[in-house]
């Protein structure tokens, strides 16, 4: 419900919004906006954030200005407007502000970390925040999340997933009535042996990704493996929501593998055809398998849209995975960026 008369002359607030890695991936969309062809659930990372500074004037010309790491961003700029204009669907009065956003990332730019994930839900946080000003329904915990959620899948679909902190599941599955398209929710059946479990992320190429997102997802629209793929997905989560309670990890290993392959498998077979992964990525995957066979130690790996190698491992298996990524570090040369699993978004001011 909203109340117009109610709205603040000015605003401001600076949300700082994690990435997150899927462990099961989103890939292709479903009819509707920014729905999602099959369920996903990813963790939230820690490091990894975009900081964004929201600043807004009650204003009877809609404007955005978007300043990303100090400099105007025109790119961002008109997908913010863009992103805002959506939400006013929802709730018209965005577009009774100026808007001046101050933003910036932890992490290297093309560094296959979902910079769209952290980003959105960090513009989607800021928006929520204001639009708590006039929503009272927002000053519940739990409604706040969920709208944040939901504005930042319609920035980008994996956006949803960030604004929670550890596991975040999004995506209707038939074997769960609770999830939903329209917004992701938290997982909080976690086994000790998941907590605070490390991503290390080997940056193989850091080079612009050949395809975007949005047209990866559409490759999807008519590719030959399409059904197989969503249904795959759907118990992928039924089966990695269990091992996730259960701490299995020959399981998790072997399952969060395969989806990573089987991501790039449906870009291989799409048409056009991509193969994002570099001669140094399967390198790297198969000198990981070596060492886990020689050494036993609980490391495995996943991928995003890209060719950069996450690699993943219990924090009580720190010890054991060093040498296998100093190698990576010293002799290949390689920047590893070590994040973990983090606890979510953090508002760090608001100023009334
Ligand atoms: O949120 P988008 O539209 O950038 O899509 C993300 C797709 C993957 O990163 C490849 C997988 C995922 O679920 O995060």
Known sequence: ??????????????????????????????????????????????????????????????????????KRNNKFEQKVMATIQRLAQFSPELLK???????????PHSAGIASSASSMSALALCLTSLRQKWDASLDSEMVFFKEASKWARLGSGSAARSVYPKLAIWGANPAYNHFQNEYAVVEKDIHPLFEG???SIVLVDTEEKSVSSTAGHSLMNNHPYRELRFNNANLGVVSMKKILSLGDWDAFCELTEKEALELHSLMMTSSPSFILMKP???????????????????????????????????????????????VI????????????????????????
């Open 329 to 352: 570090e010293m002799r290949d040369g390689l920047r590893v960026i070590h994040d973990e699993m983090g606890d979510g978004p953090r508002l760090e001011e608001l100023y009334e």
């Open 97 to 107: 502000y100026s808007y001046q956003f101050e933003s910036k990332n932890t992490f």
């Open 280 to 326: 140094k990525t399967l390198e790297l995957i198969q000198r990981l398998r070596d060492y886990r066979a020689q050494t036993g130690a609980k490391i495995c790996f996943t991928l995003d849209a890209g060719p950069n190698l996450h690699l993943l491992y219990p924090s009580s298996e720190k010890a054991k995975t060093k040498d296998f990524i100093n």
């Open 1 to 70: 419900m909203s109340h117009s008369t109610n709205l603040p002359q000015s605003f401001h607030c600076i949300w700082s919004s994690p990435s997150n890695i899927a462990l099961i991936k989103y890939w292709g969309k479903a009819a509707g906006v920014q729905i999602p062809a099959n369920s996903s659930i990813s963790m939230t990372l820690k490091k990894s954030r975009t900081i964004t500074s929201m600043k807004v004037e009650l204003n009877p010309d809609f404007s955005v200005h978007y300043n990303f790491e100090g």
């Open 197 to 199: 479990l490390c991503d």
